[in-house]
């Protein structure tokens, strides 16, 4: 019992000091601003900038610093724990081993050269043991997927096969992809104490709501997809969208009644957004406000160090983006509209 | 014998187009380590070979699937060494890859048929289990008028989510017989709704359908047959399948030995990586070597290549020593020894190599603590006996057998039974305090050398304060021995001593001053953590001391059981009696066995290795040309 107070105690300082590095609202918001050094200098790659590389090389290599970042946190914070708490701080890091497996397929798939594919892919720290090197290797991609179908990820491989067999759209090999990862996610979430549960189930449930509404946005009214596929593709248990409104919203045959009938934890954020585009800044914003929430007020250590790692990974994500678009030399109303941040041309809604 | 092989460190300046040849030369020598720290990096801006290593592991890649397929019958064996050119490679990797394809597609073509296999054994399945339901399953097949019927299978956990959506088509899911991961259903619905959507959906859900024949109702019986030929027709494609196959490897067999023979000249100069730095014509390979075989490998380069070359040596600096690999003893009989200590760590360059002293001391604690005629000879004829499966680990059991032998005699102990041999020395359970005593001063021997070990180990790597104040240094072996001193001479009723008493208080004092000194903290700070500190190494010697208790306690432990075997025996019929020896004495040799094993390994890592060695030293590996007679 003192074992896990000590523990909870020391994991939510830790989280508290670590939380300082997260990018208030308005450090985000002046990212566009200044020159590519100077943001350079701002978030310690100064070095790495100064490298005369090219803009590709550079590119990878500082979004490696990045997730080397992002993974440094998460081993720190990942020490304390053990058992149900452990393993879904392990499971949720997974996600960039199947941003890999996605790139690795795709690439195959279109028979890219190896050396393009290995591009996609991100450098991941050891812990995660995907091998990179044995699936590249593979001459094609029904070699691959005979790879992928022996372990783990038989079902991602049936799913690939099907695309590649009957050239179906590749969008229900990644929603197959995504549903695994956050079903075996929610598993190892229900494993842990009642106490950890609600928090963690708050920030995937955000995460899984947000992508669910892309990703029916997109289905229905971009591609076409009739209700009942729709609605297959969709990840179950999401926070606000929960299976009866799933079964509701798909059958919305357009794009304003949908955003009507949302369910108001999202229609007070989405309200009057005319495309998806806009929706989806509007929901980097919301899940930034729902996880800040959680770090701030969930009583649950995991739950906390989860919300941090998530928002630490919204930041990184977002400095990237700038970084790319200053090395590209776009302009700074671009960067704000990549970045998703408010103050674009396009931005009416604030 | 206790010290690491001097090493060298060696720089090999040649012209570029010799380095594939002159990585062969050094990988047949066996006796060139490379170092891979980015060096001279601006006189030697390039790194060569980029792309033959690329062409390297794409080849061998594809060798080793191959392999899976075709094996090779005999082990690799280089006669005619020559350097592979990339353009050697490259016409190997080129024909590897048509090999692998015809692999490849051997590969998909039994998965295939092992779909297939799979298919027809689900329509089985479901056909049989269709005969237990009451419905009449014409119903089921083809298009009628108003209703649409899709039997078949799809994955379990794609159940719930497929259900919901097909009822938002207007469909029904109906399952009635679950299969493993797979789950036997029939999905219903109207006609002339949704016919591409469903066909969709079901796709993406992983649904097969199972086409059931038209005659399935009325003559069940030929359906089956039909079914079981449909199972024949594809082990028969797959037996011709394997056949092909096999005639294929058959046929590709040579060429394949002459493929891995190419991959493995050409592995040397890959194995090198960034040891190898070029600027245009001129190139630089650097590695470590053993200082007697320095001149053997000047000589033999001389002879070898056929340009000139520069080959300079020089003595490890003092800051590098880190990085100089350690070569350990290389012998049969240490073999096994010198595994277990790499399961701990390698020794630094320049420490002692641990290998003599731990497998003397482990033999001499192992039989201490089995000592038994009988079951010590059972464990040497076992160790001999299955020499060949033990892995190079038959001189360790062999050696520990003939320990416990030797023991065993001067226990005067066989198979448990005290007495039948008079004992040379003495019986463990007729004086445990003395035994006791023999083994605390078997403690006290082994700490010592292991300090005296520690403190050579600093000496060598330049670190004198720490030989000299630092843990297990000279002065904590002082505190030890004084301290130990004194006590002796309180047991013997002499009184502490002054000359102990000074020692002791002059080395903790030393130690309490060295520790103050080395923290950088506050002065509080400092003197709680030199108090606790010097208070553990005190604590420290004392506990590892009475560690060494456990040598005596299983002596007597061994003969402990024994009586308890046989007193349990001697309850018991002449049957029953020496049933019960036998399997006491198996118990004994198997269980108390393992455990007195696990017991020395630990004495020896957690008393002896953690006093005097990092274990984060490097270890030697030459590169070597796998095949070759010096392979």
Redesign the interface.
Known sequence: MGGQFHKQTYVKTRVAIMAARLMPEAVRDDLPQGSLEDTGRRFGLQDLLSESLPAASLNRAVERAMIQSLTFDYSVLLRPFTGAERQVLQYWIRKFELFNIKALIRGKINALEDAQIADQLHELPPSITLPHEELLRTDNVLELLRRLEQGAYREIARQARQVYEERNEPFSLDATIDRLYYAGLLKRISATEPQDREGLREVIGTLIDHQNLLWLLRYRFAYGLPAAETFYLMIPRGQSLNHAALLRLVEVSNFADLIEQLPPSLHRWLEGAENTTEVQRRLERRGRDRVARTLKQSPSGVAQALAYLVLREMDLRLLFVIIQGKVLELPEELLRYAGGQPGSAEENWA | MFKPLAMKHVRLQLLTDELPHASLVLAELGVFSPDPRPKYTEEFPEIPGVRYAELY??AR??FDKILRHIPLDSPLKLHDIHEIREEDLIQANQWL?QV??RC?AH??ET?RLREQERAVRQLQNALANFAHLDIDLSLLQGDKHFLKFLPGTA?R?NI???R???A??G?FLFEFLVEEDHVHVIVAGPQEE?RG??R??L????FSALELPPELNDEPERVRDELAGRLAKIRAAWDAEAQSMAAFGASVQAQLEASRRTLAMAEPFVQLETAIRSSGSLSLIRGWAPAREVERLRETLKRRLDQPFVLLARDPEPNERSEVPTALLRNRLLAPFATLIKQYGVPRYGEIDPTVLFGISFIFMFGMMFGDIGHGLLIALAGWHWRGKLYGFAPFVIGNGLSATLFGFLYGSLFGYEGVIHHLWIAPLSDPLYMLSVALAWGVGFLVLISLVNIHNKLVIGLYTDALLGANGVVSLTLYLSLLTGLYRVLEGQGFGIGPALLLIGSIVALLIYKGWELKASMGERIVIAVVETFETLTGYLSNTLSFLRVAAFSLNHVALAIAVFTLAESMGTVGHWTTVVLGNLFILVLEGAIVTIQVLRLEYYEGFSRFFSGDGKEFRPLRLAGSEAD
Not at chain 2, 203 to 206: E, K, L, P, R, S
Request: hydrophobic residues 30%; negative net charge.
């Open positions: 592991q794409q890649s594809r890859r692998w394809r490849s590969e998909e998965r994955p956990h719930p989510q497929l919901d959506a097909l938002l088509a469909f949704g959507e469903i969709s959906l796709d993406t859900a992983g």
